[in-house]
């Protein structure tokens, strides 16, 4: 489920679904992040989601698991909330 979802943002389509789902600033810096860094925003938000996944301390992971627990689609939890956590570093 997140690992199928981190591999489609990629996609144009899968990334412009997920960043509906975002809060409009958090998309706009999302997407200015991306343009600072000469990417595409789904080159950009794939290349931070599985940053996340390689650097995250237990605390972090803790967090992310916990609030994917609660949720009814906890794959788009996990990628809203990694994109929240790379836009607010």
Known sequence: MLGDLIAALEQPEVVADVLSTLQ??????????????????????A????????????????????????SEDPGLVAVQTILRWVVAA
């Not at 992971?61 to 994917?68: A, E, G, H, P, R």
């Open 24 to 45: 409009p600033e958090l998309a706009a810096k999302l997407a200015e992040r991306a343009t600072n860094a000469s990417m595409s925003v789904g080159d950009f938000s």
């Open 47 to 70: 290349g931070a989601v599985r940053a996340f996944l390689d650097e995250a301390d237990d605390d972090l992971w803790f967090q992310l698991l916990t609030l994917m627990r609660k």
